[in-house]
């Protein structure tokens, strides 16, 4: 079975951090292109950012570079998301989804992966 499953969400205060963490089991992330979306109530998701693990390239949101980085564990088969200096416009769902690359800025503005997790709550509110 392929499967990724997100966790670390949770309520912060704005200017805070948290980590998120997308295992996936079923396939191996290397060489596939991995993303994290949000999505908030009523908006569209989105992309924030996203690597092609077949050749490092890595790719993120306007709104977050700077702030957020992406990176794998390749031992835990695990995605992270480090998201610095949360603010109130980063509240949403985040989803991680994974796929074959092809081209990794179209693919994280289209959210063309083929496999996605069920998301979890991020919350930055005073």
């Known amino acids: 079975q392929v499967q990724l499953v997100e966790s670390g969400g949770g309520l912060v205060q704005p200017g805070g951090s948290l980590r998120l963490s997308c295992a996936a089991s079923?396939?191996?992330?290397?060489?596939?292109?991995i993303g994290w979306f949000r999505q908030a109530p009523g908006k569209e998701r989105g992309g924030v950012s996203c690597?092609?693990?077949?050749?490092?390239?890595?790719y993120y949101a306007d709104s977050v570079k700077g702030r957020f980085t992406i990176s794998l564990d390749n031992a835990k088969n695990t995605v992270y998301l480090q998201m610095d200096n949360l603010k109130p416009e980063d509240t949403a769902v985040y989803y991680c989804?994974?796929?074959?690359?092809?081209?990794?800025?179209?693919?994280?503005?289209?959210?063309?992966?083929?496999?996605w997790g069920q998301g979890t709550q991020v919350t930055a509110s005073s």
């Open positions: 079923g396939f191996t992330l290397d060489y596939y292109a």
């Open positions: 989804a994974a796929g074959p690359p092809i081209d990794i800025q179209a693919m994280c503005r289209l959210g063309t992966f083929g496999s």
């Open positions: 690597v092609d693990n077949s050749d490092s390239t890595t």
